[in-house]
């Protein structure tokens, strides 16, 4: 490891998180597992059961790519999920893992969730979203400890040998570990999402009591995963509020979004925060936030509009359109550059990162990405 | 760093996590009190 390389870029990224003005841009690459096997020529249909690929394609795009600092992407070992036969994640004919639509909460049991939400999971969801689970006892018992060897010896290996990497190119990764926000937590496998968007209109006091009572398990959860450290960032992609209407938003998802949050960084806690889909309508409610703790990342918006409202509680970045790698000239790429570091580098808290997580080769021109990237270095310094 | 670093369970330890198993209501009733690895194994089921 080059140690004075690392602790430039750190010390980079510490400046924009605390909305300072660094010596440049930092820059940021979303390349997921996926799309490094993709690249580095491996068929994702077997090369995603091996973890050897799965990091040797990772030093690979290292190799081919500049970084400052790196967002952790989970790897979703399909050994780990085909051992407890997961009804949740499940590996497609293209290799991709996907999430189906499935739910292991009925409508009917929010009460039950409410009084005891962890019993309600053990005893309720689990055995419903994972068929090993279901079986009768002791083999549910023998398929649950086998699901934790395998979970340990996959993904949490996967982690570890994350650092290697971190080492190697010198290079921090800057999260460590991934929570939902209450609502998404309920919403994605307990409830799904055609269940939630039922329950918040036939149910909405239940929703909020159900996030209410979920919201203690995910602080341990999150504050398990991650140490005090603005370089150890807990990863929370944000899902549903583009499909929410305000007012069920503001009754339903914020209070007790928000409080995690307010819990986590009274906890010495920074977090990293993916604002999935268009969250325009919601900025009045995000620079409540607290201050110059969080990484901001987003999809859509008018850049100038999130700058004025946010760019001095938060650290932001994305909003760089993918679509113009992958489609567009190299001209037409360091131009929309141009206008977007114009907008967001004065005053610093500014982190170049593309608007969307990056899943395949083909989402993007290597030349177009290198070239703006090269043009960032160049024209990106303060 | 090699994978000898890497923290894999042994069998001792999941011997120890099979005491908290869903047949035993403390482990529903009392989530606070139920050991970490078993905490986090269950809630990473959800993520």
Known sequence: MDQKLYNERLERFKKVITVEVPDQIPVSNPFTPEFALDYAGYPLTTAMWDIDKVIESLNIIFRDFDYDVYNKFLWRAPQFYATLGAKTFVQSETGFIQHPEVHGLEADEYPEFIANPFKTILEKVLPRLYKELDKPAPYNMVAFTKGMLAHSSTIGRYFGRLNEIQDAYSTPFITSGTVFAPFDFIADLLRSFTGISTDVRRRPQEVAEACEACLPLIIRKALMSAPPAIDKMIFIPLHMPPFLRTSDFEKLYWPTFKKMCEILVENGRYLSLFFEGDWTRYLDYIKELPSKKILARFEYGDPKLYKEKLGSVMCLTGFYPLSIIRNGSKEDCINKAKELIDIMAPGGGFLFTPDKIILKSDDINKENYNAVIEYLRKEGKY | ?47
């Open chain 2, 1 to 47: 760093m090699s994978d000898k670093d890497t923290t894999i369970m042994s069998w001792e330890e999941i011997k120890d996590i099979e005491t908290t198993l869903p047949d035993d209501e403390k482990a529903g009733q009392h989530w606070e009190e139920v050991n970490d690895q078993f905490f986090n194994y269950v809630m990473s089921l959800l993520l």
